[in-house]
């Protein structure tokens, strides 16, 4: 392109009266961009959307053509089913476990990287690979080794002397769900922790110097400077998080299913076994626009409280 | 990644000057706190992978003991039963074949609308970047059912064609968010010369923005190959017939059609993740480079 660059100045004056006319063309153009993502989004995105909403107000067997309406049936039937209201239940120990104990292992990892010289780049290689696998491949890994006779979990609690602590993980209601918050929590955490140490590294040095040079130490500095600093990541850190633990399926589908009961039954499982395996699709329908409508919600206000922030 | 670099030896070379005598002792027995937490992480992050290729190479016998990482005999042959009875040729290739397509699919769509969002000026052009980020709020359990409902109405469920397109989809708005601050970064001068020069709209994105924007289009290839080789959710959904499954989709098919043994359905999976490592490793700077972009957007 250099070469283009050369002549500019003398051909600048002989072609500056056609300028304007290349906006409105310029204009086309910008929509002719646009149009292809416009277009997926509008047939892939925005029309199962509302088809979703209307859906909820349909009966469906997922073959027939005809999908007559049946008013709020569905939206009494999915508030009456008591499997999707564990699955809620059940979603919110995800949300509330994942934003609290995934984003601080997140943290106090990305700190602790942050804080040393030697290892840092096979450290983050390492705590950022079970974020590549996939939510099969974890699930049928982590089925393996928490079976109970055969599985290494066990064979490891009986080996340091933790035997009582033993159980038959994915199928003894009591723990099972504990068994698919770890895992989750072990597949998770690089994410937050690989935006956690760009934000670190992004705190300007002089801002520890002046907290230095005014005699903060270790927890007021973190305190004082990086925990404020950080805030913004924090924030889109919290939400991501939240929701990837709201929207958990693959993980749940491959370890327990939903089971055993429904101790560890979730939102988008139950929706999906529903429509799919019992053809209810308008019952599904229904529960996907209460859970989803939930989330949307939730994702707004949490953007507006952190931009609120941000401007304050 | 050169700030990883600088920041703490900056911060090391301040050190001794501010505080020479208080810093030099007591860091030793935190620093060691400090190691012990990272290795320790470090091995919790590993072990489920070397388990899993420990467990793919002992037989079942062993495997079913569980008392040994270490295979006293290395069963080879687990990897050969894997790749036949899993059928992993197909599956594999159909992975490949989607995440290709979907990953220029989602690079050519999202770059140009990111660079019409960044650098064309037209009405509306508000609107439609709110609509782009409005879209990426509705999650998928609102909407999968939905899509399948559309696609079937478009006669594209069970086909190749239709995951594609739901999965370059589901990779715009964000992708086009990356490009369009990608594009917004570049200096003004290439493309007011080359449009002096009488080039199109479409030639001066081809043949000058497109070229600069490698960088960009590079972390957002990475981190979509990724999210499509790793999709679930939709080719459970989509896809009925064995032959058009990608591997993940495939792996739950063979453990509800074949129930194959532990140690054969480790080798299956092992087998699986080796492109997804090696392209890890390959690929991670663009990884660190696409998740950052990505979430401050």
Known sequence: ?312 | MTTTIHVPEQAHLDVPHADPVRRKKPIRPAKAGLYALLVAAAISALFPIVWMLSGSLQSLHQLLKGDTLIPVVPQWGNYLTAWIEGNLAVYLTNSMIYTLAAVIGILLVSSLAGYALARISFKGKGIFTGLILAVMIIPAPAMFLAQYKVLLALDLANTRQGYVLILITSGIPISTLIMRSFFASQPLDLEEAASLDGASAMRTFFSVMLPLARPGLAAVAVIQAFAVWNEYLMALVIFNDNSLMPVQRGLTSFVSAETPQPQILLAATMISIVPVIIFYLIAQRQIVDGISAGAVK
Do not use: C
């Open chain 1, 1 to 312: 392109m250099t070469a283009s660059l050369t002549p500019l100045p003398v051909r600048r004056p002989t072609r500056a009266p056609h300028r304007r006319r290349p906006t409105r063309r310029r204009s086309l153009a910008g929509y002719l961009f646009l149009v292809p993502a416009l277009a997926l989004i509008a047939v892939f995105t925005l029309v199962p959307f509302v088809e979703a909403i209307l859906l909820s107000f349909q009966s469906w067997d997922g073959v027939s053509t005809d999908t007559p309406w049946v008013g709020l049936a569905n939206f009494d039937a999915a508030f009456r089913n008591a499997p999707f209201w564990a699955s809620m239940k059940n979603v919110l120990i995800f949300g509330v476990v994942g934003f609290v104990v995934g984003n601080g292992i997140s943290m106090i990892m990305a700190l602790a990287v942050h804080s040393v010289r030697k290892g840092r780049t096979f450290f983050r290689t390492v705590y950022y690979l079970p974020s590549v696998l996939s939510v099969v491949v974890v699930g049928m890994v982590f089925s393996a080794m928490l079976a109970p006779e055969s599985g290494i979990i066990n064979h490891m609690l009986g080996a340091v002397g933790l035997g009582g602590l033993e159980h038959d993980w994915l199928n003894d209601p009591d723990v099972a769900l504990l068994a698919v918050i770890g895992v989750f929590l072990w597949l998770h955490w690089g994410f937050g922790f690989i935006l956690f140490l760009a934000g670190l590294q992004d705190i300007p040095q002089y801002l520890y110097e002046a907290a230095e040079l005014d005699g903060a130490r270790g927890w007021t500095k973190f305190r004082y400077v990086t925990w404020p600093q950080l805030a913004p990541v924090t924030s889109i850190v919290s939400l991501l998080t939240l929701l990837a633990a709201l929207q958990i399926f693959g993980t749940v589908q491959v370890l327990t299913n939903g089971g055993p009961g429904y101790s560890t039954m979730v939102p988008t499982l139950q929706i999906y076994t529903q429509a799919f395996t019992y053809n209810n699709y308008g019952l599904a329908a229904a529960m996907s626009v209460i859970f989803g409508g939930a989330l949307v919600l939730l994702s707004i206000v949490q953007l507006g409280v952190s931009r609120r922030r941000a401007s304050a």
